[in-house]
């Protein structure tokens, strides 16, 4: 399960209206792919598809579309945004994380 706090939720519901994407029908791509200074990397963006092998995560109105190599490494995250002074951007504050990167976007397990 993966979980979307309200901010989050406004952000993504904003840019995808922006990215012409609708946020009623379409989804929030997650993944974790190898890469980043601590060997993993997330990643997000938004998609109209789906493939066979995702997985459809519904959470506070968000559909949120995961393949099933990366559901194991982000189940228990929970998504924010973050818009402060250092940085904006979607987190992903995730308990399987032993250790994390300076900047966030990278972990290990």
């Keep these: 399960m993966i979980t979307v706090s309200d901010q989050a939720k406004l952000k993504a519901i904003q840019l995808m209206t922006e990215?012409?994407?609708d946020p009623a029908e379409d989804y929030i791509r997650v993944g974790v792919k190898s890469g980043g200074c601590s060997g993993l990397e997330y990643v997000l963006k938004f998609d109209n598809e789906k493939t066979e092998t995702?997985?459809?995560i519904e959470n506070n109105d968000?559909?949120?579309v995961v393949d099933k190599k990366s559901i194991?490494?982000?189940a228990g995250t929970i998504l924010e945004y973050s818009g402060g002074l250092n940085g904006k951007?979607?987190?992903f504050?995730?308990?399987n994380a032993s250790r994390t990167c300076g900047c966030g976007e990278s972990f290990s397990l």
């Design 72 to 74: 194991l490494y982000l």
């Design 19 to 21: 990215e012409g994407f």
């Design 89 to 91: 951007g979607f987190v």
């Design 62 to 64: 968000v559909k949120i």
């Design 54 to 56: 995702d997985q459809i």
């Design 93 to 95: 504050n995730n308990p």
